[in-house]
């Protein structure tokens, strides 16, 4: 189903409290990270910044990529 109040851009918070982007990828780090530590060796705090700084790696790298002629 397709949200009528949607807009197409990823980056601004939904007016009703939604994640941006960045959040999404960091979810996403996260998630994947979770899944692939069955060790559990690391803390959640450690965890929390890995994900944000992946998240902002990706956000850079997709940035680079809709401005390839950007130093």
């Given amino acids: 189903m397709v949200n009528p109040n949607y807009d197409g851009n ?4 939904a007016t009703t409290g939604g994640m941006t982007l960045r959040d999404w990828f960091a979810g996403q780090a996260l998630a994947g990270n979770c899944a692939a530590d069955t060790e559990n060796q690391y803390s959640v705090d ?6 944000y700084e992946t998240a902002d790696a990706m956000l850079a790298e997709r940035a680079k990529e809709a401005n390839p ?3």
């Fill in 46 to 51: 450690k965890l929390a910044r890995w994900s």
């Fill in 10 to 13: 990823w980056e601004k918070r």
């Fill in 69 to 71: 002629d950007a130093k």
